[in-house]
């Protein structure tokens, strides 16, 4: 018995460990972004599908393991396809908190973090004055707010406008005979790109029945980019914020505020 417990663990290494953990922390990370969505369903099936190859490949099954290797053969090409968007949304959120932290430690290196935050908030303050306004008298409305600005994407899917931020541009965008207040506005550098823009819907199973397209469209841009987005209820006028496919609801003006500080 001490002679098979010797064998155990004859060459494990502290490297063996690291390598688990890197593995455990890649998994919880998939797990994290595919929760709640149609792409768990898959996952299982697939599991369920490779667990029955190798019970067959064990029987020594030939013809049904022939089956089974063959679709096994072209499942990481089928999988990449599959997944597309899960994976995307993986890339991003590693990419978006290297930006981030590369960010914080050039601001912090350049002591101009107090400038740049005071002139965040006076330029912040058109866009929470816009949506506090557009919640007392129940205005709909869908602000997207992008790093980079996709032009093949957001410009073919709205109206192109390039204008500083206002509180009042914002308004006469989402007022209700406008021809351009159904879609998203989209802001990068406090800048509207664009208004009216189609974005993807989330495919989440866990969102509440009382979410509309407004919700459900906020929730599917952050799912699958590293953009932010605000929505205001046009049934309550309650101001939502959503960040890498979850939300914030109820928020009041002062902690929009705070939210938009940290993320632009």
């Given at each position: 018995m001490e002679?098979?417990?010797?064998?155990?663990?004859?060459?494990?290494?502290?490297?063996?460990?690291?390598?688990?953990?890197?593995?455990?922390?890649?998994?919880?990370?998939?797990?994290?972004?595919?929760?709640?969505?149609?792409?768990?369903?898959?996952?299982?099936?697939?599991?369920?599908?490779?667990?029955i190859y190798l019970v067959v490949k064990q029987l020594e099954m030939r013809l049904l393991t022939?089956?089974?290797?063959?679709?096994?053969?072209?499942?990481s090409v089928a999988l990449?396809?599959?997944?597309?968007?899960?994976?995307?949304?993986?890339?991003?959120?590693?990419?978006?908190n290297i930006s981030m932290r590369r960010k914080k430690f050039l601001l912090s290196f350049l002591g101009?973090?107090?400038?740049?935050?005071?002139?965040?908030?006076?330029?912040?303050?058109?866009?929470?004055?816009?949506?506090?306004?557009?919640?007392r008298s129940k205005t709909g409305a869908l602000l997207v707010f992008s790093r980079h600005f996709d032009e093949e994407y957001y410009q073919s899917?709205?109206?192109?406008?390039?204008?500083?931020?206002?509180?009042?541009?914002l308004e006469s965008i989402f007022f209700k005979n406008n021809?351009?207040?159904?879609?998203?506005?989209?802001i990068v550098?406090?800048?509207i790109m664009t208004a009216s823009s189609v974005l993807p819907l989330s495919d989440s199973e866990d969102l509440p029945p009382q979410f509309g397209l407004r919700h459900r469209a906020a929730i599917g841009?952050?799912?699958?980019?590293?953009?932010?987005?605000?929505v205001v209820s046009e049934e309550t006028g309650e101001i939502s914020f959503a960040k890498d496919g979850n939300v914030s609801m109820n928020l009041s003006p002062e902690e929009l505020m705070d939210l938009l500080k940290d993320e632009l």
């Open positions: 002679g098979f417990t010797t064998n155990i663990f004859d060459g494990f290494r502290l490297l063996d460990i690291l390598d688990i953990l890197l593995v455990a922390v890649i998994i919880y990370y998939i797990y994290s972004l595919i929760k709640g969505t149609i792409a768990v369903n898959i996952l299982m099936g697939v599991a369920l599908f490779y667990g022939e089956i089974f290797g063959g679709f096994i053969a072209v499942g990449v396809v599959v997944f597309q968007q899960e994976i995307r949304r993986f890339l991003l959120h590693i990419g978006k101009s973090k107090k400038a740049t935050s005071s002139d965040h908030a006076e330029q912040i303050k058109p866009i929470v004055d816009a949506c506090k306004s557009m919640s899917s709205g109206e192109y406008i390039d204008a500083p931020v206002s509180k009042r541009l021809p351009l207040h159904d879609g998203a506005v989209v550098d406090f800048r841009v952050t799912e699958v980019s590293e953009a932010v987005a605000v």
